[in-house]
Nanobody
Framework: QVQLVESGGGLVQAGGSLRLSCAASGSIFSINTMGWYRQAPGKQRELVAGITSGGSTNYADSVKGRFTISRDNAKNTVYLQMNSLKPEDTALYYC???????????????WGQGTQVTVSS
């Protein structure tokens, strides 16, 4: 079994910061891309930021310059540092990892349970 567990969400005022963490555990052989997605009420889930195993990153235009994604490959953990938060950043944030399990070499996507981020104006 594989689990992705997020932490770090919460309530913050506009202009504030939060740091999300997501740790993958279980029978993992390797992890390719890791990323953060978010889904606001009534909206589709969207990619916020992604990072490859080599450290290449990509961001949604709406968060460029404010959010930073990073990862610790030794800990199978991905982080999202969110600065200058805006009310429109309010959403449920999900961690995603494309990984292969021990004995099952194909890559498959795995998701965390989500962590709520609420930004008040």
């Amino acid at each position: 079994q594989v689990q992705l567990v997020e932490s770090g969400g919460g309530l913050v005022q506009a202009g504030g910061s939060l740091r999300l963490s997501c740790a993958a555990s279980g029978s993992i052989f390797s992890i390719n891309t890791m990323g953060w997605y978010r889904q606001a009420p009534g909206k589709q889930r969207e990619l916020v930021a992604g990072i490859t195993s080599g450290g290449s990153t990509n961001y949604a235009d709406s968060v460029k310059g404010r959010f930073t994604i990073s990862r610790d490959n030794a800990k199978n953990t991905v982080y999202l540092q969110m600065n200058s938060l805006k009310p429109e950043d309010t959403a449920l944030y999900y961690c995603n990892a494309d990984l292969s399990r021990v004995g099952v070499r194909t890559l498959n996507p795995y998701w965390g349970q989500g962590t709520q981020v609420t930004v008040s104006s």
